[in-house]
């Protein structure tokens, strides 16, 4: 059974980091590009980021609200995806779920997706 | 940036009626186009992959068309567990894109 399991949020002051993790299991993670998308409390879901397996370069591409602040990065050997998270802002404050895209240079549909975990960015 | 507006916001409707949910992308995407179920307090779910194409599992009242710039989610025959917000989601080039959702309420 596939499983994404997110962790890592939690109440941070603004200006600060964070990193969440993204445990999968269940499938070859190391053949998967996976992706991040958040959703602000009471509002719709948002695109943060997508990596690539290192079959193609395990290159990233990123939303341009995130763009030079956040970094999602990839560990194959322990099938975990990270987003590190700096210079967070309040606008930042949302769940944020991990998904697994497919193998393949572009991104595609989101069969499976993490039960969410909650970033909230204040002083 | 390919913008997915989506209409409308919000519908009620009653049990056994027919549902149609609309996305317009601001630019062509071909059939880069799929479709997401979320019910409250729940992670997204997929429903709908390349604008038409079924998913294992999804009940076959849903369904999806269009092709280029219009698309649209249609529920045939609705039912109580569908109340849930829909949402479009572009894949055809980035940065992705979803559209802003459409809350469907049941009666």
């Known amino acids: 059974e596939v499983q994404l399991v997110e962790s890592g949020g939690g109440l941070v002051q603004p200006g600060r980091s964070l990193r969440l993790s993204c445990t999968a299991s269940?499938?070859?993670?190391?053949?998967?590009?996976m992706s991040w998308v958040r959703q602000a409390p009471g509002k719709g879901l948002e695109w943060v980021g997508f990596?690539?397996?290192?079959?193609?370069?395990?290159?990233?591409e990123y939303a341009a609200s995130v763009k030079g602040r956040f970094t999602i990065s990839r560990d194959d050997s322990k099938s975990i995806a990270y987003l590190q998270m700096n210079s967070l802002k309040t606008e930042d404050t949302a769940v944020y779920y991990c998904?697994?895209?497919?193998?393949?240079?572009?991104?595609?549909?989101?069969?499976?997706w993490g039960q969410g975990t909650l970033v909230t960015v204040s002083s | 940036e390919i913008v997915l507006t989506q209409s409308p916001d919000f519908q009620s409707v009653t049990p056994k009626e027919k549902v149609t949910i609309t996305c317009r992308a601001s630019q062509s995407i071909g059939s880069s186009l799929h479709w997401y179920q979320q019910k409250p307090d729940q992670s997204p779910k997929l429903l709908i992959k390349y604008a038409s194409q079924s998913i294992s599992g999804v009940p076959s009242r849903f369904s999806g068309s269009g092709s280029g710039t219009d698309f649209t989610l249609t529920i045939n025959s609705l039912e109580a567990e569908d109340a849930a917000t829909y949402y479009c989601h572009q894949s055809s080039s980035f940065p992705l894109t979803f559209g802003g959702g459409t809350k469907v309420e049941i009666k």
């Open positions: 269940g499938f070859t993670f190391g053949d998967y590009a």
């Open positions: 990596i690539r397996s290192k079959a193609y370069g395990g290159t990233t």
């Open positions: 998904t697994r895209d497919l193998p393949g240079y572009s991104s595609s549909w989101y069969d499976y």
